[in-house]
């Protein structure tokens, strides 16, 4: 066989690159997840093989590299020998070259088959024709299409960063979509091992809104100490996950990556690393805070050396500032006054896991496997609070039903070292009332009381329906107090001001949600209850025992608020937290 022609030979990154976008096609054109899938699990296996693709090509032995199986390798194949492929072109061939950009099919409510309308009907290729079409009406007209679907293609441009209309300068590489924080903390595990491999790269760090923990990330920040910045900024533009590149200048890039995500990297030199970490990490107001203080001091924040940004720190005079604290909101006056944030919550302090359901509602998990994982993890106290009756959506227990479950719990503390804890989430009632009758409510332990249901009443009206369950004499934790569900529901509409004055005046905590795409009550709405020296429970709202790591999410916005150890009902003891929660 004569050796191909190497005009024809296309490289490992660019093969691995043209695989991923198959992937991200078929994903999106709602193909099956697995033969998706098989395309990047062999784009990863070409980035991760060390040695020469045209060895395993000629020797017949792609199959050998973990991920890729025959047909996968007939495709690897074609492309590299003639820069090609059948299986391919099946895939990308009859996708217009303006919509393999990707970036307008992440939109929420434009399927695929929409967006192929929009290019063929209107030749819409871009978020700014997106824009127009919609302000317009015109899309309205398409078959399909419609005032809802509209309305939801406008909202989700308005969200979005960088969007058509809001003279950002990313407007030009299309939306953003914000993701989740547990979402963006996947995309950091899967980013930061490809990081650790720049050129030079002798420290990684992420920075940004992830690093703050806020509760959606719209751009993943890195920083990456390396003493050859040019060369590790060309192997970030050169990688295979990348889609596009959306701006470049000699010290950061931001890209695009195939599955939407988009990556700010910014490269320094070992002895400027804290300066630029906390200038990536922000916020803006909190960075020109600290760039006022550099500029009485006689110098530029950017220009203080230091390995870490504890340095940057002391030559501004100032202690440690944990980033999660970095919002403006009184942290730097609190540090220049001697505040260290020794007090500041963490996950060690917790000493009891509440708000767990198991499989007596809608939990995956028995009574005893919880507590057994509770017990694994150093747990003293762990609470039970299956849904009301009025759940019944979510399986909730009925009265009747409550007898097998309190023998459960029984059952299984003889077994565990935990304190197991009697409980309920009972639902606040359109009336304002609570589930279950009154006597039910006072033989429990714990009760967290929580909306599920009616989300849109008026506000005035969800306003007294929150207030009338405050002042029920058993009501002690308000759960997932304003309804949120991140980046798919609105917090309910309601005066918060006013129902936090009346929790002020009960003996009733606020929880503090750690469910991932909860994470309510927000943080300014924490710091707000912490001027009225109101309490917390951190949560897990559990509902396996994997979910009850969620209370890393109910720590870091706990800390995102400034809240304190003291502050916490459930860093105490099994004796304190019972007298404190007790109906």
């Given at each position: ?8 030979i296309?490289?490992?990154?660019e093969i691995?690159r043209?695989?991923?976008?198959a992937?991200?096609l078929l994903?999106?054109?709602g193909e099956?997840p ?5 395309y990047?699990?062999?784009?990863d296996?070409l980035d991760a093989?060390g040695g020469?693709l045209?060895?395993v090509?000629?020797?017949?032995r ?6 890729i ?7 690897i194949s ?5 820069g090609?492929s059948p ?5 990308t061939?009859e996708?217009?070259p303006?919509l393999?950009g990707?970036?307008l099919?992440r939109?929420?409510g434009?399927t695929?088959r929409?967006l192929?309308?929009l290019?063929?009907?209107?030749g ?5 024709e997106?824009?127009?079409?919609v302000?317009s009406?015109?899309?309205e007209?398409?078959k399909?299409?419609g005032?809802k679907t509209?309305a939801?293609?406008r909202?989700?441009?308005e969200?979005?960063?960088?969007a058509?209309?809001?003279?950002a300068?990313?407007a ?12 963006a903390?996947?995309a950091e595990?899967r ?5 650790r491999?720049?050129?030079g ?11 703050r923990?806020?509760?959606t990330v719209?751009?993943l920040?890195f920083?990456?100490?390396t003493?050859?910045p040019d060369?590790a900024?060309q ?8 889609l596009s590149?959306?701006?470049r ?5 931001r890209?695009?990556l195939?599955?939407g995500t988009?990556v ?9 690393f804290?300066?630029a ?9 909190h ?15 950017g220009?203080?050396?230091?390995a ?7 030559r501004l005079?100032l202690?440690f500032i ?6 403006d909101?009184g942290?730097?006056?609190l540090a ?6 020794e007090d ?5 302090d917790i ?9 007596h509602?809608d939990g995956?998990?028995?009574?005893l496997a ?7 993890l150093?747990m003293a106290?762990?609470?039970i609070t299956?849904?009301s009756p009025?759940?019944?959506y979510?399986?909730?227990v ?5 007898q097998?479950q309190?023998q459960?719990?029984?059952a299984?503390?003889?077994q565990?070292?935990v304190?197991?804890?009697r409980?309920?989430e009972s639902?606040i009632?359109r009336d304002g009332?609570l589930?279950?009758?009154d006597e039910v409510?006072?033989s429990?332990?714990?009760v967290?009381a929580s909306?599920?249901?009616r989300h849109?009443?008026p506000?005035a009206?969800?306003t007294?329906r929150?207030?009338?369950?405050i ?24 005066d ?6 009346v929790v002020?005046?009960?003996r009733?905590a606020i929880?503090?949600?750690g ?5 309510d009550?927000a943080?300014?709405w924490?710091r707000?209850?912490?001027r ?15 979910e ?7 720590v870091?916005m ?5 809240v304190?150890g003291g502050?916490?009902?459930n860093?105490g003891s099994?004796e304190d937290?019972r007298?404190a929660?007790?109906?």
């Amino acid at each position: 066989m004569s050796p191909p022609d190497p005009s024809s030979i296309r490289s490992k990154a660019e093969i691995a690159r043209r695989l991923r976008e198959a992937g991200e096609l078929l994903r999106l054109q709602g193909e099956s997840p697995y033969r998706a899938g098989a395309y990047e699990t062999g784009a990863d296996a070409l980035d991760a093989f060390g040695g020469e693709l045209s060895t395993v090509v000629e020797g017949g032995r792609l199959t050998e590299l973990r991920g890729i199986g025959p047909s996968l390798a007939q495709t690897i194949s074609d492309l590299w020998r003639t820069g090609e492929s059948p299986a391919l072109h099946k895939i990308t061939g009859e996708v217009p070259p303006a919509l393999r950009g990707l970036a307008l099919a992440r939109i929420p409510g434009l399927t695929w088959r929409r967006l192929r309308a929009l290019h063929d009907e209107l030749g819409i290729t871009t978020a700014d024709e997106l824009h127009a079409a919609v302000a317009s009406g015109v899309i309205e007209s398409l078959k399909g299409m419609g005032p809802k679907t509209a309305a939801r293609i406008r909202e989700a441009l308005e969200r979005a960063p960088g969007a058509a209309g809001t003279g950002a300068p990313e407007a030009s590489a299309g939306p953003a979509a914000r993701m989740v924080l547990v979402d963006a903390l996947a995309a950091e595990r899967r980013l930061l091992p490809r990081l650790r491999h720049l050129p030079g790269a002798e420290a990684v760090a992420t920075a940004g809104e992830l690093r703050r923990r806020c509760e959606t990330v719209g751009v993943l920040a890195f920083v990456v100490s390396t003493r050859a910045p040019d060369e590790a900024l060309q192997a970030v533009a050169a990688d295979s996950s990348v889609l596009s590149i959306d701006a470049r200048d000699e010290r950061s890039c931001r890209v695009r990556l195939f599955d939407g995500t988009a990556v700010t990297i910014t490269v320094t030199t070992p002895r400027r690393f804290g300066a630029a970490l906390l200038q990536a990490t922000g916020s803006a107001a909190h960075l020109a805070k600290l760039a006022a203080r550099a500029g009485a001091a006689g110098c530029q924040l950017g220009d203080i050396e230091g390995a870490d940004e504890t340095a940057v720190y002391a030559r501004l005079r100032l202690p440690f500032i944990p980033p999660e604290l970095r919002e403006d909101q009184g942290e730097v006056e609190l540090a220049d006054a001697g505040d260290r944030f020794e007090d500041l919550i963490a996950e060690s302090d917790i000493r009891g896991l509440v708000h767990c359901h198991t499989t007596h509602s809608d939990g995956r998990d028995s009574v005893l496997a919880m507590a057994q994982a509770a017990d694994a993890l150093g747990m003293a106290y762990l609470t039970i609070t299956d849904h009301s009756p009025t759940a019944s959506y979510a399986g909730g227990v009925t009265r009747e039903r409550l007898q097998a479950q309190w023998q459960e719990i029984a059952a299984a503390q003889a077994q565990v070292k935990v304190s197991l804890l009697r409980g309920t989430e009972s639902d606040i009632l359109r009336d304002g009332g609570l589930d279950y009758p009154d006597e039910v409510l006072r033989s429990l332990d714990v009760v967290v009381a929580s909306v599920h249901e009616r989300h849109r009443l008026p506000p005035a009206e969800m306003t007294e329906r929150i207030v009338r369950a405050i002042q029920h004499p058993v009501f002690k934790i308000w759960g997932h107090p304003l309804g949120r569900l991140l980046l798919r529901r609105e917090p309910i509409a309601c005066d918060v001001e006013h129902i936090l004055d009346v929790v002020a005046v009960s003996r009733a905590a606020i929880e503090i949600n750690g469910s991932p795409h909860r994470l309510d009550l927000a943080p300014e709405w924490v710091r707000a209850a912490r001027r009225r020296g109101i309490k917390f429970v951190i949560s897990t709202d559990a509902h396996s025992t994997g979910e009850l790591a969620n209370l890393a999410f109910g720590v870091a916005m706990a800390r995102r608020a400034g809240v304190r150890g003291g502050e916490v009902l459930n860093a105490g003891s099994v004796e304190d937290f019972r007298a404190a929660v007790r109906p």
